[in-house]
């Protein structure tokens, strides 16, 4: 059974970003560059999945620049067997991804894809769902477990009133949540050997697909800041302050 | 122009984002219709037809919409907007809304703007990005704007006061491919952590679930609050997911905010700047949660909230 791992080469989340001065973007130039977090997850349960003979091959795929080839040699540290990376300088967004895994996954045939929840840039939360929906396939998103046993998968999510479980047949589309596992760190010989893994680099026109965005960003803006308050000398003060000044119980 | 806001509800009720939604359909304008998908949820089409400012509840009752699977409830969205020409599909940005919404976007062939915080125009929407650090304003070209709506940014609509017509619709066919097999949600008689006036959160100086139960819960009591915590107090076990506040937990904006033990990491503050009133207490006085506090208080949470809960 093959794995298909999309990764997103996002700004490092220990990063606070800023705007730039005219308003127009984010500025990431100079900035430290990583994996999302959320598709480390999705890496080392894939990776997981074949140390446990469930799954015998795991690709990992990217879309966007040159760069994003770090971000699938540190996929093939972890333990992916190969990276392909869908190469373009063009903004590309959640439905326009969706696409291009789409393409990929026609070509690829995987049973099981496996993607972060979200991307720790823009918070959009989509592209999984949309890979799904193209596909006609089943999803289990924001999964804290995943047992894949035949062609079923059993998935317990994360949702806002507790857990639920679903059962899945395969092929299908999983996201993670943070508490599936905890990545391990690559070690020098894997970040060696990753190196020598195969990566092929292909172009959104390849297959086909129009990536233009949809959505047309006016501006960006830092949010009002918050005051920092006061530093209050004890219980007393602060019960006081809460009663008499934010009148907040 | 016609809003087609899809409900989240428990059969019974309507569940309070839904009255979020519908004032943030409200602000862009139009003719608002609710859809309920559910089964035996009569109970909520009745609650939907009587929120102020809907004119129409659309319910779709069938026994595949029991556990709100995202292929079922997708589809049945698709139906609905395919009858009726809606300008927006709207839904509460809630993990039930996050997993099918991009679903319905994607069959439509259009973008979705997630996790809107405010309306400009009907085709342009605020949103936050990098865990609410930066807020982007963007415009949609697509025929169908498909969004999300981050509820804390809206007001709730008034439960009463309305009188739409409700309409039963067809089921769409069920893609029978999912099964819910369990569901272990947290039961609690306080109130929900994103509707709650007061919450009281704890992190990684609590120290232990013990620990965490025997001093954060007599002070919740005391102040009739919800209980939340930090991602490290989650992935530690002292509470179940649910509890999480932050980037990726629950976004929540309560008139008072005590965090106890937690040091206001960017993706913590995500969850909770936006709350009236904050109180921090932490040993460590440079914590960057006193950046965003109104009241600090530097000391041992041992010693500090037990005292608290005596005094409120
Ligand atoms: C992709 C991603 C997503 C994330 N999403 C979230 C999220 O949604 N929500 C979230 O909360 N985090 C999230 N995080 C984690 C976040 O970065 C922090 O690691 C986390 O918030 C830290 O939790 P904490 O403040 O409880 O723990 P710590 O940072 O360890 O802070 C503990 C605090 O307790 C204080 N303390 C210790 N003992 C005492 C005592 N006796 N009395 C008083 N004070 C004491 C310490 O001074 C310290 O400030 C995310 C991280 C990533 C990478």
Redesign the pocket.
């Known amino acids: 059974m093959k794995i298909l791992v999309p990764v997103k080469r996002v700004v490092d989340?220990n990063v606070k970003v800023r705007v730039k001065s005219d308003g127009t973007g984010v500025d990431i130039a100079n900035v430290k560059m990583s994996m999302n977090?959320?598709d480390e997850i999705a890496v080392e349960e894939a990776v997981r999945l074949k140390e446990a003979g469930v799954a015998t091959e795991v690709v990992a795929v990217s879309a966007g620049v040159a760069g994003c080839q770090e971000t699938l040699r540190t996929a093939m540290a972890i333990g992916a067997d190969r990276g392909i990376l869908v190469e373009t300088d063009a903004e590309l967004q959640p439905l326009a991804v969706a696409k291009l895994l789409k393409a990929l996954v026609d070509k690829e045939q995987p049973r099981v894809v496996i993607l972060g929840k979200q991307a720790?840039d823009d918070d959009a939360n989509q592209t999984g769902q949309m890979l799904a929906a193209l596909l006609d396939w089943p999803q289990a998103t924001f999964a804290s477990k995943v047992v894949i046993a035949g062609d079923r998968a059993t998935v317990t999510r994360e949702v806002d009133g507790g857990l639920e479980t679903l059962e899945i047949p395969l092929p299908a589309v999983i996201t993670t949540d943070?508490r599936l596992n905890e990545p391990r760190y690559a070690t020098l010989p894997n970040i060696m050997k990753a190196k020598k893994k195969p990566l092929d680099t292909v172009k959104p026109a390849d297959f086909g697909v129009d990536v233009a965005p949809r959505l047309k960003t006016l501006k960006v803006a830092e949010p009002a800041k918050r005051q920092a308050g006061v530093k209050v000398a004890d219980v007393a003060d602060l019960v006081a302050k809460l009663k008499n000044e934010a009148k907040v119980i | 122009m016609a809003i087609l806001v899809i409900a989240e509800h428990d059969n019974a009720s309507l569940k309070p984002a839904t009255l979020n939604a519908i004032t943030a359909a409200a602000k862009i304008g139009g003719d608002i219709h609710v859809l309920v998908a559910g089964s035996n949820c009569a109970g909520a089409a009745e609650a939907a037809a009587q929120v102020a400012g809907v004119v129409k509840v659309k319910v779709a009752d069938a026994a595949h919409y029991a556990d709100q699977t995202a292929e079922n409830i997708a589809a049945l969205v698709i139906e609905t907007a395919k009858s009726a020409a809606y300008s927006h599909l709207i839904a509460p940005a809630t993990t039930g809304g996050k997993n099918f919404m991009p679903r319905v976007a994607a069959l439509l062939d259009v973008a979705q703007v997630s996790d809107i915080v405010g309306v400009e125009a009907a085709d342009t929407f605020v949103r936050p990005i990098y865990a609410g650090n930066v807020l982007a304003t963007v415009q949609s070209s697509d025929s169908v704007k498909v969004i999300t709506v981050r509820t804390t940014a809206f007001e709730a609509a008034a439960a009463a006061g309305g009188s739409a017509a409700v309409e039963n619709v067809a089921a769409a066919a069920d893609a029978g491919n999912c099964k819910l097999v369990g569901r272990e949600l947290t039961k609690s008689a306080r109130p929900e952590l994103t509707a709650a006036k007061i919450i009281v959160s704890?992190?990684?100086?609590v120290?232990n679930g013990e620990n965490y139960h025997a001093l954060l819960e007599p002070l919740a009591d005391k102040l009739g609050a919800a209980l939340g915590?930090?991602?490290?107090?989650v992935d530690a076990g002292f509470v179940p997911n649910d509890y999480?506040?932050?980037?990726?937990?629950k976004i929540v904006a309560p008139q008072l905010y005590i965090a106890?033990?937690?040091?206001?990491?960017?993706?913590?503050l995500?969850?909770m700047k936006d709350s009236k009133v904050i109180v921090a207490?932490?040993?460590?006085p440079e914590?960057p949660?006193f950046q965003v506090a109104d009241y600090g208080l530097v000391?041992?949470?041992?010693e500090?909230v037990p005292q608290l809960t005596a005094a409120v």
């Open positions: 989340y977090p959320f720790i943070l | 704890g992190g990684r100086g120290g915590a930090s991602r490290a107090a999480q506040v932050g980037q990726t937990g106890v033990g937690i040091s206001g990491a960017i993706q913590h995500a969850g207490i932490n040993k460590d914590a949660i000391g041992d949470l041992f500090v």
